[in-house]
């Protein structure tokens, strides 16, 4: 079964990378739809405001650049009353960033690039994509775990295995997302007239209030040095996508 939903699966994302999706699309949206109502019914919000009104600017200036297929019915974003530094963004075009986010974030450049990463992995179907394969992955372990029968060292053999998978297949793909979700972003926020070199200072700003990370190996993101060298590697073609867009007009003036 885990092999047909592969085969049948295959997918494209806009960076080019091969992806595995078989949740419809309907169905996401649903589910982005439904954990967005679920947060804002418990987590306290803030309705307006200079704070409001400042993410709201930031948000509406990239928006525009985003495919409407995406968010058909537009973008909504809302602002979070919580200390955590994050953000999201959900198949069904809705938005939440956290006020501690606007601690870090030193100006609209380094919001933009935020933002820009979260509607990034929607763009890039990342919640189906993580959905299709941690579905694949319980398929498969289930096959091999019937095998195994009752043998207590083959069930301690096919546990090591669920850890490997974990490691080694559902943690990857997670840093994959992320990555791809920071060169997409970049371009992203670069069209928007948002400077993207700002992300750097970002991340730079992330590492010095963040905790100790665990190894790359083991974690969900790439390392932050890791994410940094990537960035500055990309930077060339976004300062230019960047240039462009300002050229063009596009110069948002937000202010927090």
């Known amino acids: 079964m885990a092999g047909v939903l592969v085969l049948a699966a295959c997918a494209t994302s806009p960076t080019g990378r091969p992806q595995l999706q078989f949740m419809p699309d309907s169905q996401i949206r649903t589910m982005g739809l439904d954990a967005y109502s679920q947060i804002k019914e418990t987590e ?19 928006t525009p650049q985003v495919p409407s297929e995406y968010a058909e019915e537009g973008w909504e974003v809302t602002l979070f009353d919580s200390g955590q530094a994050n953000a999201f963004a959900l198949p069904g075009g809705k938005m939440g960033v956290y006020t501690g986010l606007l601690e ?28 299709s394969t941690e579905v694949a992955t319980a ?38 997302h992320e990555s791809e979700a920071d060169e997409i972003g970049l371009g992203l926020m670069a069209d928007s007239g948002f400077d993207p070199r700002a992300s750097i200072q970002l991340w730079k700003n992330m590492s010095q209030t963040a905790g100790e990370a665990p190894p ?12 940094i060298e990537d960035l500055r590697s990309a930077m060339p073609t976004a300062v230019y996508r960047y240039e462009q867009a300002v050229a063009a007009g596009r110069e948002p003036d937000c202010t927090s």
């Open 104 to 131: 870090i974030t030193e100006n609209a450049d380094q919001l933009a690039a935020v933002i820009a990463h979260e509607i990034a992995h929607v763009m890039a179907q990342h919640s189906n994509e993580r959905m």
């Open 139 to 176: 398929l498969g372990l289930g096959a091999l775990q019937v095998a195994a029968g009752d043998d207590p060292e083959r069930q301690r053999a096919m546990a090591a295995l669920g850890v490997g998978a974990q490691v080694g297949i559902i943690l990857p793909f997670s840093r994959t």
């Open 44 to 62: 306290p919000t803030i309705d307006a405001g200079r704070q409001v009104d400042y993410v709201e600017c930031v948000t509406a200036a990239i």
């Open 216 to 227: 790359e190996f083991l974690s969900t993101h790439p390392s932050r040095s890791t994410r």
